[in-house]
Structures are given as structure tokens and as C-alpha cells.
């Protein structure tokens, strides 16, 4: 969990489109009214954001170890569905924002892999055409276990820990759903991912499944009312 700390330099989250803030209405670059956004307006220190749509915990664990200068900062870092599983591919393609890279998040029934939204027609075809959706086929079909899933989120929730006690940084790590709350060095939202629990507590959700502002608000309040976080 955090330590005790004077004053965190900048307080930088993680995740996935949740902690993105996808639904929220500022979603660009990433939102300001997700719920380590508003730890940070809190705390009254800066806010930066690593997360992004569809991350897996391996892309989640790769933001963190490429993010510079991390001493003294607070990482809020929402670790996803195990299922998902990031790959670097041996060549570039063009991501939705049209930007170079060799990294790729698989997942089951992956909605870009199936056009799922139209308005990226022309980015599902390049992935085809690149044969990824034969690769996520053939990795699930010979990994897509739970034992596996588990095994590879551990690895990277144990990684990052130690790269951000040797970066001289403090971290508050999340359940994002209900198969990562186990972990000793996770906080959960009465014992339950922040996904299931906004779920019970019925919480206004978008279009697309997305927890709005009004579970940010609540989710913040609720890491407030049991996380020391402030100056001593």
C-alpha cells in the first residue's frame, strides 16, 4: 500500500480505459474526473496518465517502466482483466491514432479484431490484413487458461512493485475486477474489483460499459476514507 511520504512530486495513474476515462467526456488526452484524478486534486499535486483503452497488464507494467523521472511520485496504478495479453510483434503497424508501434493487446473476442466499432474499419482491416487476428486465435487457443492469466499478471504486478521501490517512488495498486483482488499488494473496493463493484452499487454506466463520474466520485471518497494519503 503507500507509505507514509511528505509530499509526492506528481501522481501518475495506470490502467486501462477505465482509469483512461473513456465515457467521461474528456477523454482527450485522458480524462480529469477518473478517480486518481481526483486523488490527485486532493493530495494538490499534478496529474499524468499512462493509461490507455484495451491496456493488458503487460502494457500497463510497460507505460510504468518507460515513464520517466519517477522518483518521489505516486503511481495509482488499476491493474485489468488477466485475460487480456500485450505483445510486442517483430514489426510496426498504425494504431488508431495513427501512430507507429510494435505493441499489440490481445483479448478474448477482441472488438477490434471483429469490427466491432465501425468507425475503425480501415484500422481492423490492417489488422487482419497483418494476420493478428490468426495470432490471438492461436494464443488462446494453446494459453488462454486462468492459470496462465493469473501466473502472467503476478509477474507483472511483482515487477512493477520492485521497479517503483527501486525508482524511489510509491505506488497504490487497484483491483480492477474480481480476478486480480487476491494479490497481497492490491486494494480492493469491498473485496471486489472496481468493474463488479460498480456493478452492485449500480452505478451509472455508458454505452459502452463505463463506469461515469458518479463511481469515480464514490471510488475516490472510498480510497480516501481508508488509505492515508496525505502529508505528515
Not at 474528456?26 to 484524478?37: G, I, K, L, Q, V
Not at 507494467?61 to 487480456?84: H, N
Not at 483491483?175 to 449500480?202: L, Q, R, Y
Request: hydrophobic share 35%; with cysteine.
Amino acid at each position: 500500500m503507500v507509505a507514509k511520504h511528505l509530499k509526492y512530486k506528481k501522481l501518475i495513474s495506470a490502467g486501462c480505459s477505465f482509469i483512461h476515462g473513456s465515457e467521461l467526456g474528456d477523454e482527450m488526452p485522458y480524462s480529469n474526473h477518473t478517480y486518481p484524478a481526483l486523488l490527485a486534486k486532493h493530495l494538490g499535486v499534478p496529474y499524468d496518465c499512462v493509461a490507455y483503452p484495451s491496456a493488458s497488464n503487460q502494457g500497463i507494467a510497460k507505460k510504468i517502466f518507460d515513464y520517466e523521472d519517477k522518483k518521489d511520485c505516486l503511481f495509482v496504478v488499476q491493474w485489468t482483466f488477466p485475460s487480456r495479453l500485450g505483445v510486442n510483434l517483430s514489426y510496426q503497424y498504425s494504431d488508431k491514432s495513427g501512430e507507429k508501434t510494435n505493441w499489440f493487446d490481445l483479448a478474448p473476442n477482441n472488438w477490434d479484431l471483429i469490427g466491432y466499432f465501425k468507425e475503425y474499419g480501415e484500422y481492423t482491416a490492417q489488422l487482419k490484413t497483418l494476420g493478428i487476428d490468426k495470432l490471438s486465435d492461436m494464443v488462446y487457443k494453446h494459453m488462454g487458461n486462468d492459470d496462465y492469466f493469473i501466473f502472467a499478471t503476478k509477474l507483472c504486478i511483482d515487477a512493477v512493485k520492485l521497479h517503483l521501490n527501486e525508482s524511489h517512488a510509491k505506488f497504490l495498486f487497484i483491483a480492477g475486477c474480481d480476478a486480480v483482488t487476491n494479490h497481497p499488494d492490491i486494494f480492493s473496493f469491498e473485496h471486489k474489483g472496481f468493474v463488479e463493484w460498480c456493478t452492485d452499487k449500480n452505478f451509472k454506466l455508458g454505452p459502452y460499459k463505463h463506469p461515469l463520474h458518479d463511481a469515480h466520485h464514490n471510488a475516490s471518497q472510498y480510497i480516501l476514507d481508508r488509505v492515508n494519503m496525505s502529508d505528515d
